[in-house]
């Protein structure tokens, strides 16, 4: 990097704005992702957008890459400074600016972390849906860039559905507000919605205003099992054309079943197929009615083998941390995971997950299937080592299958992960020439210089 | 259950969520996601500037509640503990470290006279100021940054040498640790007197040293086994061990850990490790009921790292607490959130433990407490002087002084 640019640069964020020592820069080289690595030149840590317009003069005037960084939680390989150049982390503007109970929405600098967002609103009695797994440590920032959703996105949607605005600062440092604080607003085409998911290609989001709403009163957690998988998504098309859409449907395979009666028993039969988790929410009469119609439906099934309501909160808190446990067991057993993450629509999701049984057994590979039934978003996990290159290449080539299949069944490449740098090679089978050749063209106008995030998407 | 190195780290980032230095600087070279991905970058000889990479190491304050919320339940302190110690193999240790380490510690009966020596330098030590005040009083005796406890005189063994049980029955001992010999005796006092009081054959044997736990953490394992081997052999003759200080519990629980399972003294540190009790838990679970001269006081507790997030003491001490009639408790907010000591980290690291110690006394403040109860001496000599620094009306009490039998 030119001398001058990184004296300016070490101006701007003061001494303690910056790091630049070995491990320091390694410390900033990767994400959640196994395989991709790149170290940056500089990190810097802005505490306002004037200094993060500051930054991105200079990055300008001298066409160094940046690439912005929040938690570095995504799973991707979006945050990775593959360019070198600058990492620009936005874990120190973190403080929630304003709060409009009235107009329901919060206004916090992109480096608030989502689950102190989530207390925050708690304690107002609100709620900020998007609930990506690693809300304990991922930023607002990075939601938005990502463009996360999760479990709750059957009943409540993604982030896009709760930005109504941004603070953008652009390639050439200019400050710029999209869209509003308004629920309403068609002046122009949507840009805030265009940054949002352009995981950092476009413009750096400095701060944000979120729509939220009422935190629901009332919860209800319900476990079902199945002998067979097929019987599983046949269930969650009945609950759905019951009328009833409940917080989150989550589906887990026989390998989760077997982790979670492992290490958190909860009395489920281990020869079962597949687990599906419930929570309705909602008001306490209306929730109590939805729980015994899903309770219902499930009884009638002939491939069920436990069903149970959770009694109390911390029943359903015991649930609910045995899924989590189960999902992270995935992790231990293998020195790499390709945990994959695409998407079809609901309907689907029993065609696709044969599909992947197939390609499991192909490759000769261990796939754990767990997902977001209620969204139609699965993330089929490879297990693999990444130093067993025969290995490797083989569960590279079963995720290959694993795309092609989502694509066939009417789905897509990826739900909620993003493109980064994991899937850029499949993103043309995705879309459609013309479709890339017009984000590319966008891409041009924000960033001519092509700055910002460089090598990630296409 | 095979070993689990730091790469089994998932680099799922939940650590950040929960680390107390994270939390003040938000420097992932400083959070265990961080440092174990320099600690694989190490093991396959990446990583040349040797600088950066120990100062990485170093820049944690071994809480361990990381570990609490790790999916993959990678062992980051142990993890981080044995980088250190391959780094002081390659590189040795600094003179200083070596003195302090290998002569002082290792040395006890040297390192009691030396202390006895320095104490008769003026402001080092003090007969007659009450407890802890005079702690907290001497803190900024040097120099502002750095606080040193002062010394206090007669040190524990002179104090408790003529309660030796009529005869050995070498059946509980106490393991004061270096705190509670040499700055504050008169709590290791209390400690015994009280296990006295309740019928108990306690014993203060000879021939102890350090717990060696802060050598271990400092990366010099070596000398940290030499340590706990002098320890064991002593120890290993009694049924139950009792330790008023965490982070000695935390050590000589550990013990089992240090040595390998080739050595002939494995077999034996595991029996020590396992006889090990910290105070509260051994009360606790013997359900002694207690009163107080603090009745009629609000109180509430902080948890040191090494009894809440090292060996899952929690629960303990509150029923302790609770058992005395008349006592209003109130949990603090973050009451399990690290001091900011750590040791030597407090001073090597002293703005994030200043800031650590800032949020601490916070916590403290809002509750009303006229009490502040915990269970290590280095918690006592943070939080002492959290409350000089910010002028709260309140005292910090080791639990053992707040309890009365009868």
Known sequence: MDATALKRLKNVVGKNGYLDSTADLLSYSYDATTDWQAVPEIVLFPENRRQVSEIMKIAFDFEIPVTIRGAGTNVSGGSIPVSGGIVLCTTRMNRILEL??????????????????????????????PDPQSFLAATVGGCISENAGGPYAIKYGVTKHYLLGITAVLADGKILEFGGRTLKNVAGYDLCQLVCGSEGTLAVVTDAILRVIPLPEYKKTIIAAFKDIIDAGEIVSQVILEGIIPAKIELMDNWIIRRIEEFNPIGLPVD???????????ERDSVEKTAQKVFDICKKSQSLTKLEIAESESDAEKIWNARRAGFSAIFSYAPTVLAEDIVVPRKRLPELILKIREISEKYDLTIVVIGHAGDGNLHPSVLTDIKNREHYERAQKAVEEIFNSALE??????????????KRRFLKKAL??????????????????????PGKIW | MVKRGAETCMKCGFCMSVCPVYLVDHVETHVARGRNMLINTWAEGLIPPIVSYKEALYFCILCGRCESVCPAKVPNVEITLEARNSLVKRRGLGLIQQIIYQLLLYKRGFLAGLLRLISHVPGLSQKDAPPLRHIADSFFLFSKPISIPKLRKPFLRERI???????????????????????YPEVGEKIFHLLRSLGLNIEYPEGLLCCGYPVYCAGDKNTAKKIALRNIKI???????????????SGLRGYKDWFEETDEYKSLAEDVSSKVMALSEFLANENFTFSSEYSGSIVTYHDPCHMKWHHAIYDEPRKVISSISRIKFIEMKDEDMCCGLGGAFGITHRNISLELQRKKIESIKETGARIVVTECPGCMLQIAEGIKRFSLPTQVLHIAELLMTG
Do not use: R
């Not at chain 1, 109970?101 to 972390?113: M, P, S, W």
């Not at chain 2, 120890?235 to 519990?249: N, R, V």
């Open chain 2, 161 to 183: 040498s003529s309660l030796k049980s009529k005869e050995q029955s070498k059946e509980i001992a106490f393991f004061p640790g270096c705190a509670f010999e040499f700055i």
């Open chain 1, 432 to 453: 459609h020439s013309k479709h890339l050749e017009l984000l590319k063209a966008v891409k041009e106008v924000f960033d001519p210089k092509g700055i910002l995030n």
């Open chain 1, 272 to 282: 079962s197929d597949a687990l599906l988790l419930f929570e309705l929410d909602g």
């Open chain 1, 409 to 422: 069944l009417g789905g897509t490449i990826s739900g909620e992960h993003g493109i980064g740098l994991e």
């Open chain 2, 235 to 249: 120890l290993s003759d009694y049924k139950l061990i009792i330790t008023g200080c965490a982070t000695c519990m």
């Open chain 1, 100 to 129: 409009s109970k009235e107009n329901l929405y919060v206004h916090v600098e992109a480096g608030v972390v989502l689950n102190d967002l989530y207390e925050f609103l708690k304690k107002h009695g609100l709620f900020f849906p």
